[in-house]
């Protein structure tokens, strides 16, 4: 298996998640220090996706 240079990794580890995510179509809303929207995977009435801007993390 190829492995992926370090520098396309560190590229995409800059990408800030929390635009991808609300550029395919979820609306992500404030809770605390993170934001939280509805999964896409699934049909759901509260929110389950969680994001941690400051961790660039899900």
Known sequence: ???IADAELERLK?????GLI???GVKLVRQGADLAGL?????ADT???K???SKNLL
């Not at 800059?14 to 929390?18: E, F, T």
């Not at 999964?39 to 049909?43: K, S």
């Open 47 to 49: 929110p389950s996706l």
């Open 14 to 18: 800059a990408v800030p998640l929390a």
């Open 39 to 43: 999964c896409p995977f699934h049909a």
């Open 51 to 53: 994001v941690t801007p």
């Open 1 to 3: 298996m190829a492995r």
């Open 22 to 24: 609300e550029a395919s």
